[in-house]
């Protein structure tokens, strides 16, 4: 057996102690629990005065099959929603074009107009939970669904809360559901921070995410580098806008993966909280606390749950859990067993709320504000993963930008993700089920399965929604929608006139696409 290593290769000690620790980490490192550096936890008494929120991501088929898995789990105790919506969706597709027809509903719910998101939360009182939504390139229309469906329960703009993902650098680096190039993407994004500066301010307008860079396989130090290295890119195109810092930069959130290496995870989120705070402080000279301190949800490690014994994904997902937990989350979801097979049943997503429920309220862990603050291990890996995911900042800075350092972080995450697998296919790694530990369970049998008629369906419905509307309305809007976009002017308030004109995500998309282009991604070989 190899001695154990971190997962950016670095050499783990078998003990730590007092001389692994920097001398001045009380004054400088450690700080006080919703104080700067923010190392121990973005509020005083975190878990004490109020839980995580319990944010467990669903989304399939039509709005309405997804409205009743929402109410499902909202009476199961989960905290607040998040939205996973399907492919054509997050690409900017409506359900009846042909490049989307084999696509819709399939890994989240099919989204195409205000009537559809008015079904995705019938019955849920949009004032009274909070709604987290995984979109990125449509991310201001879905938004401005949302803002819609609200006024038409009666609720105004100025209390909703929530967030949209929003964020279109991760997916050029790691995960492909771009639309158009970056330079646009940049500004429906800026256009985003700024309509809710003014209208929506209590929602996160974006949710900057390593999430989906570790799914693709880098390391924690990567994971951490590169997504605070987006959130610089995002902060200068903030600023380049005309935004000033203290005013957005409390709207801005994360969002991180919680993988299995506990004590290592832990150390990470700890890290990702200092490097940043310091940055907004000393780079942009933020003052406001809110604009410092680094708020991140976390989701399990989806790309470790195996399809081989699925159940003791169960055990995974609680360590991962368990880490996100101790590192200080403000919202948590946790993978169910099944998700190496198909979309989650029922059962296996309430054993997974289950998992934080009793993390909750049974483990002790948010009894204590940073139960593992001080530790000598966990300081020791928390310097290091600051120290190292710096050193990456530099390097893209020297690059010229996340933007322009898209290629490098590519490689970075190529090599990390080819050096994990050789090490499960040498067995210096072990996976539990897979590579060790081995039998010949048949698959369970009852997995969850999407209509395959909802595709048709859904196509046929959006086509009578354009059909009873208003033409000259609709028409009025995209044209409007056009003019900003050859122009400068912020386009969300164009977006919003035209959902309430009834047109259709699609739509919206096909009118930018004809302005902005659509990216195409340089092949290297």
């Known amino acids: 057996m190899t ?53 467990q991501y669903a989304g399939f088929g039509s709005a309405a099959e997804t409205n009743k898995r929402y109410r499902f789990l909202l009476d199961q105790g989960q905290t607040g929603l998040s939205v996973a919506f399907d492919l054509p969706t997050q690409m900017g597709y409506d359900p009846d074009a042909a490049i989307a027809r084999s696509e819709v509903g399939k890994v989240g719910v099919s989204i195409a107009s205000l009537e559809d998101m008015q079904d995705l939360f019938e019955g849920i009182p949009l004032d009274r939970v909070s709604t987290s939504m995984t979109i990125n390139a449509t991310a201001s229309i879905l938004l401005a669904l949302y803002v819609a469906t609200a006024r038409r329960q009666g609720v105004a703009a100025e209390r909703l809360a929530g967030t949209v993902q929003n964020d279109i650098l991760k997916e050029y680096i790691a995960r492909g559901t771009y639309i158009f190039p970056p330079a646009p993407s940049m500004r429906l994004i ?40 987006n959130g610089i890119a995002y902060v200068e195109a903030a600023r380049v806008a005309g935004l ?15 993988h299995n290496a506990l004590i290592e995870e832990v150390a990470k ?5 200092r490097l940043w705070a310091r940055i907004m402080r000393d780079r942009f000279g933020a003052r406001d606390p809110r604009a410092l301190a680094l708020r991140f949800h976390a989701q399990t490690a989806g790309s470790m749950l195996t399809a081989q014994q699925p159940e003791n994904n169960i055990v995974r997902v609680t360590v991962q859990a368990l880490a996100a937990v101790l590192g200080g989350c403000q919202s948590l979801h946790t993978n169910s067993m099944d998700e190496a097979l198909a979309l989650p049943t029922e059962r ?44 990456y900042i530099r390097k893209i800075d020297e690059l010229g930008g996340a933007v322009r350092a898209i290629p490098f972080m590519q490689r970075e995450i190529q090599d990390a993700a080819y050096r994990y ?60 929608l056009e003019t900003t976009a050859r122009g400068r002017e912020n386009l969300v308030p164009r977006i919003v006139d035209a959902v309430e004109a009834a047109v259709t995500l699609g739509e919206i998309c096909d009118r930018l696409r004809g302005v902005f282009g659509v990216h195409q991604p340089s092949v290297t070989f």
């Open 244 to 258: 000033t810092v203290d005013e957005f930069a409390p709207q801005l959130s994360f969002f991180f993966n919680a």
């Open 421 to 480: 697998q050789r090490e499960v296919e040498d067995k210096a790694r072990i996976v539990v089920g897979v590579n060790e530990h081995v039998t010949d369970d048949a698959p369970p049998g009852n997995l969850f399965q999407v209509d395959p008629a909802v595709g048709a369906a859904l196509a046929e419905k959006v086509a009578r929604y354009r059909a009873a509307r208003g033409r000259d309305a609709a028409q009025r809007a995209l044209d409007a």
């Open 3 to 55: 001695d154990p290593e971190t997962s950016w290769g670095a050499p783990l000690d078998p003990v730590f102690g007092p001389h692994h620790v920097a001398a001045d980490r009380d004054e400088e490192r450690l700080g006080q629990p919703g104080e700067f550096p923010f190392t121990r936890g973005v509020h005083p008494e975190m878990y004490r005065r109020r839980l995580w929120t319990m944010r």
């Open 190 to 229: 800026t256009d985003t921070f700024a309509y809710c500066k003014d209208r929506v301010p209590r929602w996160n307008t974006i949710s900057i995410s390593g999430y989906h860079m570790r799914e693709a396989g880098c390391t924690a130090v990567q994971e951490v580098a590169f997504t605070l290295a």
């Open 348 to 391: 296996a997503v309430r054993i997974a709320l289950r998992t934080q429920q009793i993390l909750a309220h049974e483990s002790g862990v948010a009894d204590i504000v940073d139960p593992l603050g001080g530790a000598f291990a966990i300081e020791r890996l928390t310097d290091d993963i600051e120290e190292a995911a710096l050193t």
């Open 269 to 273: 989120f700890r890290a990702a909280r």
